[in-house]
């Protein structure tokens, strides 16, 4: 059984970058859609960003040209890249993971979730 673990989270300020990672504690992650979602408190849950199997990627427009998602199948894992962060970044991020393509994002595709870490964006 799959089971995934987020790390890479903090405190950063505005402008500032991070990198999130995903590995896989059990299991690996070549076969999975895997997708990047975001919950800020009070707010619904939301797509970053997914890979595919095969690499190609999609982004919501909220962090098209500032984020990057990317696989390492050899070390097991998935990355996203976080650079020009803004306020409205700030949330628990989650990787997730999925068996079935989908033209978007959409939360309910995917049923192997981690357990977040939080990013918080603020000077």
């Known amino acids: 059984q799959l089971q995934l673990v987020e790390s890479g989270g903090g405190l950063v300020q505005p402008g500032g970058s991070l990198r999130l990672s995903c590995s896989a504690s059990?299991?690996?992650?070549?076969?999975?859609?895997i997708g990047w979602f975001r919950q800020a408190p009070g707010k619904e849950r939301e797509g970053v960003s997914r890979?595919?199997?095969?690499?190609?990627?999609i982004y919501a427009d909220s962090v098209k040209g500032r984020f990057t998602i990317s696989r390492d199948n050899a070390r097991n894992a998935v990355f996203l890249q976080m650079n020009s962060v803004e306020p409205e970044d700030t949330a628990v991020y989650y990787c997730?993971?999925?068996?079935?393509?989908?033209?978007?994002?959409?939360?309910?595709?995917?049923?192997?979730w981690g357990q977040g870490t939080q990013v918080t964006v603020s000077s």
């Open positions: 890979v595919s199997r095969s690499g190609s990627t």
């Open positions: 059990s299991g690996t992650l070549d076969n999975y859609y």
């Open positions: 997730a993971a999925s068996r079935t393509w989908a033209p978007v994002l959409r939360h309910y595709d995917y049923d192997i």
